[in-house]
């Protein structure tokens, strides 16, 4: 069974970049869509990016395409989500998703995913 564990998480100013990670274990990630969702106060859980397993396939939430990149170090077991130029509006919990897939497809829909981490919080405020 895959375990993911979020880091990374912290408070930033508006225009500030930060990077999240995400450590896997139990299971080799190169077999895995993966990708990061968040929630916000109030607000229903959301998919920001993902990636194929090969890594052929991307999908962005129109909201941080641009701004945001989704990286995976297989070697290493980690993903990693690299956020530029953030706004208050991407205050957040963020987690990290994985489904094991024979295909090289991702998706933004909360139900595709069968492995979630705990969230690491993101607030962006000056």
């Known amino acids: 069974q895959l375990q993911l564990v979020d880091s990374g998480g912290g408070l930033v100013q508006p225009g500030g970049s930060l990077r999240l990670s995400c450590a896997a274990s139990?299971?080799?990630?190169?077999?895995?869509?993966i990708g990061w969702f968040r929630q916000a106060p109030g607000k229903e859980r959301e998919g920001v990016i993902c990636?194929?397993?090969?890594?052929?396939?991307?999908n962005y939430a129109a909201s941080v395409k641009g701004r945001f990149t989704i990286s995976r170090d297989t070697a290493n077991h980690m993903v990693y989500l690299q956020m530029n130029s953030l706004k208050p509006e991407d205050t957040a919990v963020y987690y990290c998703v994985a489904r094991r897939l024979g295909i090289d497809l991702c998706t933004l829909s909360t139900g595709f995913y069968t492995n979630w981490g705990q969230g690491t919080q993101v607030t962006v405020s000056s």
């Open positions: 990636i194929g397993s090969r890594g052929g396939m991307t």
């Open positions: 139990g299971w080799t990630l190169d077999s895995y869509a």
